[in-house]
Nanobody
Framework: QVQLVESGGGLVQAGGSLRLSCAPSGRTFSSGLMGWFRQAPGKEREFVAAIRWSGGSTYYADSVKGRFTISRDNAKNTVYLQMNSLKPEDTAVYYC????????????WGPGTQVTVSS
C-alpha cells in the first residue's frame, strides 16, 4: 500500500518562500511520475508541477513557471516543491500525487497540506 505524506505547508507573506516535501512510503519509485496539485476554496483541483523519477523531466503550470521548482532525491525517495515569490492567489491545499507508470496518470494521492499566502 503506497502512502504519500506532504509536509512544509504554512502561512507566509506575499513574496516569501516555502518548500513542500512528499515522501512516499510502501514503495520505492524508480520510474513513473510525481506531481503536485492544488485546490483553492471554491475552485477545482489544478495541476501545479510534475517530475519523472527516471530522467528528471519536469512539467509546470503556466501560473507557476519561473517561481516554483520541482525536484527529486532518488536516494531519499522524496520529491520537493520549492515555491518562491509566492502570491495570495497561490493560497490552496497542495496535494502530492504519484503515478507508477510512464503514462500521465496519478494513482496515489496524499491528504494535502495548507499553504496560505497573506497580502
Amino acid at each position: 500500500q503506497v502512502q504519500l505524506v506532504e509536509s512544509g505547508g504554512g502561512l507566509v507573506q506575499a513574496g516569501g518562500s516555502l518548500r513542500l516535501s512528499c515522501a512516499p512510503s510502501g514503495r520505492t519509485f524508480s520510474s513513473g511520475l510525481m506531481g503536485w496539485f492544488r485546490q483553492a476554496p471554491g475552485k477545482e483541483r489544478e495541476f501545479v508541477a510534475a517530475i519523472r523519477w527516471s530522467g528528471g523531466s519536469t512539467y509546470y503550470a503556466d501560473s507557476v513557471k519561473g517561481r516554483f521548482t520541482i525536484s527529486r532525491d532518488n536516494a531519499k525517495n522524496t520529491v520537493y516543491l520549492q515555491m518562491n515569490s509566492l502570491k495570495p492567489e497561490d493560497t490552496a491545499v497542495y496535494y502530492c500525487a504519484a503515478g507508477i507508470s510512464s503514462k500521465w496518470q496519478f494513482d496515489y494521492w496524499g491528504p494535502g497540506t495548507q499553504v496560505t499566502v497573506s497580502s
